[in-house]
């Protein structure tokens, strides 16, 4: 079975500082991974994918995120943090089950952004 | 384009009353999921339909119930509501292209179901 692991479920940076959110994977397959953003009351946007061609993911909002096998990682990182980047942040791993694709979030990351 | 759209926005239900939440697709979708997000949690996956048939089930009991329409459209029911119960719903849509291969979800904004 896979499993996510988001490490914080709170992290506070100041605007312009650099974001790091961390997410650690389980899978017994080679996953496809995944990271959304919710912005209260909402529901979820993908900020970028990893599907198995590079492993350096570019999203939007400038985020990106590197796959990391050896590690079983996929951290997302921004080099300078917005004020509308303050949001929740969720890291998802997608692994074939049954003929279809069975998707599993973290806990999520809140990211606050002080002034 | 009409992305992913769900109804109601909100609704407020009694324990033991049933509730019926409803989705439509990404235009040129087939596939609809439904997601039950618990308040500080991460979504939890309840189903997915594809094909009018439910192809995957997650861990939610049988009072979790959907149905998906000839035009992709879906619903979810939960009869017996608990206080349990209580969360965003989100659906999301997406394009089956075939078994094992990688296709992408899309979110709707979610129904806040509340039962008090």
């Known amino acids: 079975a896979q499993s996510v692991t988001q490490l914080g479920s709170h992290v506070s940076v100041s605007e312009g500082a650099l974001v790091l959110l961390r997410c650690n994977y389980s899978?017994?397959?080679?996953?496809?991974l995944f990271w959304y953003v919710q912005y209260p009351n909402q529901g979820l946007q993908l900020l970028l994918k990893?599907?198995?061609?590079?492993?350096l993911v570019k999203g939007i909002n400038g985020f990106e995120a590197e796959f990391k096998k050896s590690e079983t990682s996929f951290h997302l990182t921004k080099p300078s943090a917005h004020m509308s980047d303050a949001a929740e942040y969720f890291c998802?791993?997608?692994?074939?089950?049954?003929?279809?694709?069975?998707?599993?979030f973290g806990t999520g990351t809140k990211l606050q952004v002080i002034p | 384009d009409a992305g992913v759209t769900q109804s109601p926005t909100h609704l407020i239900k009694t324990r033991g009353q049933q509730v019926t939440l409803r989705c439509s697709p990404k235009s040129g979708h087939d596939t609809v999921s439904w997601y039950q997000q618990a308040l500080g949690q991460g979504p939890q996956f309840i189903f997915q339909?594809?094909?009018?048939?439910?192809?995957q089930r997650g861990n939610f009991p049988d009072r979790f119930s959907g149905h998906q329409y000839p035009n992709y459209s879906s619903e979810l029911n939960v009869n017996a509501l608990l206080l349990g119960d209580s969360a965003l719903y989100l659906c999301a849509s997406s394009l089956m292209l075939g078994p094992g291969n990688y296709y992408e979800q899309y979110f709707g904004p979610g129904t806040r179901l509340t039962v008090t």
């Open positions: 339909y594809y094909e009018e048939e439910e192809r």
């Open positions: 990893y599907t198995s061609a590079a492993t």
């Open positions: 998802a791993v997608s692994v074939p089950s049954g003929g279809y694709q069975k998707v599993t």
């Open positions: 899978s017994s397959v080679p996953p496809y």
